[in-house]
Structures are given as C-alpha cells and as structure tokens.
C-alpha cells in the first residue's frame, strides 16, 4: 500500500484512534502494518489491504460451524436440590412412564430441534444432550421445584410440552459448556496474525538475509560469518549435531558460544555467564533475549508437519538486528510474503554448488561393484542390517549411520568412514546424513526411494521420496570440504535409475506455508473455561476452532494428544501436563513410553527423581549386546536418559542429578559405539537366533539376489534367492515393513513354503497335477 492510501485510510477513521496511531513513532511502512493488524477489517472493507492480505481473511470465515464431535458431555453428579421437597408439597409424585412420554413428545418437536440449534445445538449435540436429560429427570429422587411443577402440569395436561425448553437448554449448557464461551473460545484460537504474538520482534525494524542455494554450495558458511563476527548472535539450526558444530567451531575460532538443546546446557564462562553468542536447536531459540545478528538455518522446514512451527516462532520472533536464513530457493517467494505481513524487506543472495555432481548412467546391481567412497542410502533399518552382512560376507569393512543412534556413535562412525587410514571405506546409511554430517562420499547409492512419510494428518504413507529430499541426499556426494571433488550419484537397482533421474529433474515444489502450534498460554486460557476437559480434548477443540489465514496450517498435534492419553489418569496440574506431552519421545518405542509414564507417576507424588531411581529403572550398569536385539534396547535407553535430561531442564527440582545422568549416559554411547562397530556380529548372532528355513533349491548366498537382479530388500527378502522365493520374499519384506505381518509370522511362511516345495520335489508340479485331477472329477460330476 502506498503511503497517499495509507493517509486517506487515516482520515477516514475516529478521531480518538488517529491520535493513537498519529503517536506511534514508525517509518510509514511500519506504520501501515500496525494499521494493518491493529484494524484489519477495517482495510478489507475499503479495499486498502493488498491481494494476499485479501486472500489471507476470505480464505477463513469465523462464523463456520465446530466439530461438535469432539465435544465430550460432562457427567452431572446427582445431588440433593435444596427445594427438592417442596415442588412434590405443592403437586403430585411424578409417574415415570408419564415422563417419558412427554419427554420423548419433545425430542420429537422440529421446533425445539430449530431453537436449540439456533444456540449451537446441532443434532449430534442435540440427541446426546437429551438422552442426558432424560437420565437426570427420570434418576434424580428430587428435582427442583420449578421443573417438578412444569412436568406435573404437562403430564396433566394443564401445560405445553415446549415449556420444558428452558430447562432442557440449562442442562444442555452444563454438560456442554463450550457452548457459553464459545465466542471467547474462537478469540483465543485466531491465530491469522501470528506477527503480533512477539511485540519486541515489531518493535523493532530487523533485515532478513535469505541465503538460497542447493546443498554445500556455501550459503551457511556466509551467515556463520556474519554471526562471528557480531557482538552477538544466535544460531538456530535443525539438529543437536549442527549445533555441536557451530558451537565448537565458534569457540574455536575464538569466539566464546554457549551450546543450548533441549538436553544439554553448555557455558564456556567458568561462572556460568552467558555468552554473546550461542547455538541451539531451533526449538530452544530466545524470542525475547536481543542479538545482532541470528542465523536461521534450513529455513524450507518451516513447512514441516511436525516441527514446523519452531521455525516460523524463530524467524517472526527473533529480537536480532540481521537475520540470516539459510535455504532452498523454492522458500525464497513465501519467505518473502510472510515478511511482508511484518513490514520487513527480504535481501536475497543466491549461491551455486561449489563442487559438482552428476548422475551416473548405470546402477550399481551388485554389492561386488562397490569402491571405496561408496555410501549406500536405505529408508529402514532391517535394509541396513542385511547389507552391512552382506557387505562384511565380501570381506569388507563399512560403517552404519541411521537415525535412533546417539548422536556421539553418528559421529565415531562418520570419523572412521573419514579416515583415510582405516579400512571401513563403505558407508551404509539412512537418511540421516542428509543433515548435521561432514562426510567424504564419492558416489552416492539409493538402495530404495520409497520412505515412510507421515502426512499432515499424522497417517504414514509409503511414497517416493521427493525432489527435495533426493537433492538434499544426493547433495551428500563431493563435499566441498572432502577428498572428493566431484560427485556421483546412481541407485542400486537399474529399474530405479530412470525413476530417480525424473525424480532428481522436476523443480523443487515451491514452499507455501508456515507451520504453527498452540501455546501453553493458549491452552491454558481454553482451560480456564473448559475446567472439566482433558488436556488431549482441550486440544482437539482448540484445532477445530482454530482460525488460520492461506499463509499456515496447524502442525500435527497426534503424538501431543498419545502423550496426554497417556498420562490423563496421573493427576498433575496443567502447565506441568502440557510440559510433559512435549517431550520429544518416539511412540515406537515401548520401553521409552513406559519409563515417560513411571516419570510422570513419580513426579506426581512429588517424589524427586534421582540417579539412583533412574539406575534401579534401566537396569543399570549395562553390558555389550550380544545380538540386535540387544542394541536396540540400549539405543531405548540412552533415549530414556536424553528424556530424563530434557525434564531435568524444566523441573530441576524433580530431576535432580542431570549431571551423574549424563556422565552414565556418555559410558552407554561408548557401549552403543562398541556395538556398532561390531554390527555385523551382532546380526551374525541374531540369524543364529532366529534359524530361518531357506526352501531346498534357492540360492543360500546373498550374491545371488545381486547377480540375479532379485528386487528382494532386507534381511528376510535376502533369505530366499530362487524364482519363487524371490517374489514371496520381496512381498513379505513390504508386508513387514508395512506394519501387516510380523517377522515371527514371515518365518512361519517360509517354514510352509519350504516344506510345501520338498513336499513337490521343489517344482510345484504335485500340487499342479493335484489340481489337474480335482477338476477332471468335478467334469465327470
């Protein structure tokens, strides 16, 4: 909006809010934005906001109706009515097969129906509220004089049956009472202007730097630069790895940084000051601690279903003179409109790959064709596992990098794969080294490019993997920094290369909105008029009323809500409830949501959580595993540690000695690490275990599936090696992997199936003629 418009808007309003705005001292494009969020419905009227503003408000209608199905009646306790007595003094004792003529002659009336849904009663809320009335009418040994006497004058038929309306909504509001403050509630969950919930970020005028370019083409090397060389700085990036680095880096080139994640808190000042300067995982950010320059780091997650939110608080919220972003191009146009709802510019530099890296021709096929530099991705960890055996049956040494392992035994894996020195010159890894990992990779290998996803509704979906996370991958290969120069990038099978060439030339989807998340304030303000409501439905109820502009999108609230559940039964006050279902815990894992639930069991009995608690809980001390099983379990528990620390932060009190905690928990990475680097024995140990039966006739080396082309991936498809074998097996993979059958069960089949093929001399002809001489004898029939 020009600054002529913005004066005609001025003149146009009361006088008494000119002078309030004409007191504002801001630059006139400031000015119009605090017009704009101050009187939004004011600007649309006239036709002074600009097209996405427009978009933004049409885009939501405050008026639209609430999904009453998350509305949970409240059960009324039946208490003695003062007046009980005398209702039955001036009438008659009630019959109940009367009552429940005439109650359910209301229920019937279409005009009831109408006045209750004028008053938010929609027919769900309507049919639930009513069964709920009749129950009190007809339960109660007493009821209130005024009622007792309306249902005795309808019964007699001195009275109207629509005299009970009044009534039946009295109750209707009590069960449900939403229904009251459901004006106060929609207030409280408008989120269109997210801008206005961090005032000392508005009052100030910040530049955004926007750092765009692909994987090491030098983008956050520029902003770290600009973050050294400050008075101060914050570093805000995805992963507890890239903090580690900053915060190591900067102390290393003499600039003092403190390390802030959810689990650890590191101050170089020996008295515990803070810094000028620190690096911290995105969530842990300060919105109110001033800096003068800030880096945001991997800006395109701001459209993360799950985490999003966390980046769309740091770049509104940041109190820094510069923020820097860092990212992909395709966030550079909305990253630019939502600075434009803040009245700030968006200065964007662009930078190119500084090594190259090109898709290879001709897919590997076979483990035997690996050379050194070779990273081999797989989206699961049963594919790492059988083919880091694999890999070792060569004779050959490789390291294992996938996304449970601490964060130490990720980084003594990628030291070793680094060192030119030691033999491991093979890496086999998931995804997660597309983030936070210095490695040397010369040639970069998709074992698969179907992942588990988890949709905005929090469903998993097996879907191929996006342009996006190819690029950010495949980026892995000829760091900049690494002995490899250039970059090849290829797939294991050749079905899959012309798939992941199209994949690798579509252009990156461009970005268009921002995650958000509730607050405990806000929560706790719907708890105020909703007492009686779980926090896991104060919840659900805040989303459905929620009101968004076409910028955001509410990110997923279900492992929330599955934490809440959890502990809905454990009385804790609200605030400490909230502050537990944030905990970054993985459902998946049993072990670690049964210690979560101990944890907030003795927390409510305030019964403080000791070392030695924590010690007699894991079983502590912990010996080397013996087969996966094994490893798995400790990976658990060094997550139960990290979620004893991630407490220890918000309720010192309760969670006493995060230190000794922490000394334990360094000694089981180093156990986790010994496991590692031992993996191949391990799996060695649990196929000793497990036993599986290979049907007669199939090939009982792995290289056979290689050298065959078999499409078989992970450890039971490699089991099976002949024609059949491999079509049961890749089935079977994609049924475990999907949840439908369980590895017990798979072997179970392959039990069958193999007797089933040494029962027909392992051709199948038995069963055929079997077939053959049952249908002549149906033809004869």
Known sequence: MSVNRCVLALSRMPVQHRVTLRAIPLSATTTVHKLWTTYPGYFQENGLCGVSQRRSISSNDSTRPPDTSLFVPI?????????????????????????????????????????????????????????????????????????????????????????????????????????????????????????????????????????????????????????????????CGPLKLLAHEIFENSNKAGVPCDLVTGEERTFVDADGRQSGHVACTIEMCSVTTPYEVAVIDEIQMIKDPSRGWAWTRALLGLCAEEIHVCGETAAIDFIKELMYTTGEEVEVNTYKRLTPFSILDHAVESLDNLRPGDCIVCFSKNDIYSISRQIELRGQECAVIYGSLPPGTKLSQAKKFNDPNDPCKILVATDAIGMGLNLSIKRIIFNSLVKPNINEKGEKEMDTISTSQALQIAGRAGRFSSIFKEGEVTTMHRDDLAILKDIMGRPVDPIETAGLHPTAEQIEMFAYHLPDATLSNLVDIFVSLSQVDGMYFVCNIDEFKFLADMIQHIPLNLRSRYVFCTAPINKKQPFLCTSFLKFARQFSRDEPLTYEWVCRHVNWPLVPPKNIKDLMHLEAVHDVLDLYLWLSYRFMDMFPDANLVREAQKELDTIIQEGVRSITRLIRASESQAKPVVAPGTATNASHNQTTGSRGRGAKALSLGGQSGRADSSLGSKLVQDGLLTPELLQQLQKEWAKRLSQDGGTGKTSMGNASKVKKTNKKK
């Open 75 to 235: 059960s009324i306790k039946s208490a003695m009515v003062r007046d009980g007595e005398v209702g039955l003094e001036l009438s008659q004792p009630l019959e109940k097969g009367e009552l429940l003529k005439v109650l359910n002659k209301f229920y019937k009336r279409k005009e009831m129906q109408k006045l209750a849904s004028d008053q938010g009663l929609d027919a769900r809320l309507f049919h639930q509220a009513f069964i709920s009335f009749r129950k009190f009418v007809l339960e109660m040994t007493a009821l209130s004089a005024d009622l007792h006497i309306i249902l005795h004058d309808i019964c007699c038929g001195a009275g109207h049956v629509d005299d009970l309306y009044p009534y039946f909504l009295r109750h209707a509001k009590q069960i449900f009472p939403m229904l009251d403050c459901m004006e106060d509630l929609r207030k409280i969950s408008d989120l269109r202007i997210p801008a206005n919930w961090y005032p000392e970020a508005r009052a100030i005028q910040r530049k955004v730097i926007f750092h765009a370019g692909p994987t090491n083409s030098g983008k956050t090397y520029q902003a770290i630069q600009k973050y050294l060389a400050a008075k101060s700085g914050v570093y």
